[in-house]
């Protein structure tokens, strides 16, 4: 099933707001009907492809024929950019500016060079893409003439499973579901489950740093890969021999988080783990943000650690974004403080274990235990905010994410900053915003903050968004935090990201894509910037 082209996911799940919702929006924030309706995907003119002819006839070459080489208005609208909310605003006015002149579809790691090769030589950038689940920018490259979306669909196998060791070596294309249902069938899970999971790919896990909503027990996914292999303009790039190795900097580094922009990902090496007998999950309400948060840094660095382990700020458990499923109705009391999620999954006796002893940790720090039911409808609902951006978007209302992370000591000034940055930027622009947040992912040595934000459209949704947006992205740096925790750089972060890496960093990877990517033809602008 393709995506939807104008939003999330399966187009059959989109549900629309209740009354009651619709007239919070109203009465607290402002929000009226949309003026005009999304236009229609058959009544968005595309230009017609400014490919050369030969170059079209190469790729057609490449990868086995004219079949996976398309240049249709449907397919290149839907390879148009990502999901971030200025994306998907931007689409539904029928904006195209963005779109490949082709989609390329490779269905090996040959195919994938031969693409490259024939880019190279007719100065063509290239965009991989995977799920097309970007919300940062990253497929919307600074092209200086028309450019392919390299889409890994067609490379989407398990190629190998050591049970002894516990490797999986999967295919870029792969989603998520996928993946989990070919592992789940030989006992195995890769344990990465984040939001983007029902749409997401192997490679772009990979090429993003993707973080799953069960990092406290299994990782992220970067903790995961053992092993990459990649394909350049340059060659090949073989990497990851074993578990752990002094041979010299890990060359895995390199390509975790370069969104494209040194080279496609064509395999995958990971580790997997058996599948869990046992997955339970249960709701604790805390007094306040900070005291739920000083609870999951006892469990993050003393342990016992669950699986799964997230706090909502007071903001988000009283509109009940804690369980997307259940927004609008938390079914706690108004002076419900936070609500924080903790999750066992793993063998039954190890299960019990770590969630009696976390639970002690959790009610020693103030937290009040709330059973299963809390916990059993987030899982529920753990994929559904997505779909609830949508039906704002629908309502006539913004509605946009955010993240960062920081070490604990920062952590408090951090979510105060970008709270301020925020609220103060739409407030003044005339459309004040309800501003939630939640800790998402623990680590021993701090936290991510992960910010949802509603209000309002304005006239120009997307130039009034940006003022705020950059705002937020000036707070987290100014504030200590890193621009980004699991969501990646793209366009939207790089300038930021430049800063904090600093001129000496930005100056060696750029000397990595030189010699990787000579010509410069692999996503463009995204990462780092073109001059």
Not at 34 to 41: D, F, M, S
Not at 138 to 153: C, K, T
Request: hydrophobic share 40%; charged share 20%; proline share 7%.
């Amino acid at each position: 099933m393709d995506m939807l082209w104008s939003g999330w996911g399966d187009p059959a799940r989109a549900t629309p707001l209740t009354e009651t919702v619709t007239g919070l929006l109203r009465d607290l924030l402002g929000v009226k009907p949309r003026g005009t309706e999304p236009v229609a995907l058959a009544d968005i003119t595309v230009p017609e492809p400014a490919l050369d002819p030969a170059a079209l006839r190469e790729l057609a070459d490449a990868v086995g024929g004219p079949d996976h080489v398309r240049t249709d208005a449907e397919t290149r609208v839907r390879h148009t950019r990502g999901k971030s909310t200025p994306d998907l605003l931007r689409i539904r006015t029928g904006d195209v500016s963005d779109t490949p002149a082709a989609v390329v579809l490779p269905a090996t790691h040959d195919e994938v060079l031969a693409v490259l090769r024939v880019c190279v030589a007719h100065r063509l950038a290239v965009v991989p893409f995977g799920g097309g689940t970007s919300v940062v920018g990253g497929l919307a490259p600074e092209a200086r003439g028309p450019f392919v979306a390299l889409d890994l669909a067609r490379m989407d196998g398990l190629l190998a499973l050591d049970p002894v060791s516990r490797t999986a070596t999967l295919q870029p294309g792969l989603r998520a579901p996928q993946a989990e249902a070919l592992l789940a069938a030989q006992g195995f899970t890769l344990g990465h489950f984040p939001q983007s999971f029902e749409w997401a790919t192997i490679g772009g896990f990979a090429a993003a740093r993707s973080s799953g909503q069960a990092s406290a027990g299994y990782g992220r996914f970067d903790e995961m890969v053992l092993g990459l292999t990649v394909a350049t303009p340059a060659g090949t790039l073989d990497t990851g021999r074993a578990p752990r190795s002094a041979a010299g900097p890990d060359l895995r580094q390199l390509v975790l988080g370069s969104e494209g922009a040194f080279g496609v990902i064509t395999s995958v090496t990971v580790r997997v783990r058996p599948l869990p007998e046992t997955r339970i999950y249960e709701g604790w309400r805390f007094a306040s943000f900070e005291e739920g948060a000083a609870a999951l840094r006892r469990l993050a660095q003393d342990g016992p650690r669950p699986t799964v382990l997230r706090l909502s700020d007071e903001t988000e458990t009283l509109i009940g974004l804690a369980q997307p499923d259940a927004i609008g109705s938390s079914g706690l009391p108004q002076d419900a403080g936070c609500m924080a999620i903790a999750g066992y999954e793993g063998t039954a006796e190890d299960t019990a274990y770590r969630r009696e002893r976390a639970a002690a940790v959790l009610r020693d720090c103030g937290g009040t235990y709330l059973g299963e039911e809390p916990g059993d409808r987030w899982a529920h609902g753990r994929y559904s905010a997505p779909y609830l951006r949508d039906s704002l978007l629908d309502a006539g209302a913004f509605a946009e994410t955010l993240e960062t992370a920081g070490f604990w000591s920062a952590l408090p000034g951090l979510y105060a900053a970008v709270r301020t940055a925020l609220t103060t930027t739409l407030t003044e622009s005339g459309t004040p915003p309800l501003v939630m947040c939640h800790i998402s992912h623990v680590y021993e040595n701090g936290a991510s903050l992960y910010f949802t934000v509603v209000s309002a459209q304005g006239e120009d949704p997307v130039a009034h968004w940006t003022p705020a947006k950059h705002a937020a992205n000036e707070a987290i740096l100014a504030a200590g935090g890193t621009i980004s925790h699991h969501h990646g750089v793209g366009g939207d972060h790089r300038d930021w990201y430049v800063r904090e890496a600093g001129p000496l960093g930005i100056d060696a990877l750029r000397a990595v894509k030189g010699r990787l990517d000579p010509t410069g033809v692999l996503n463009p602008g995204i990462l780092l910037p073109t001059d």
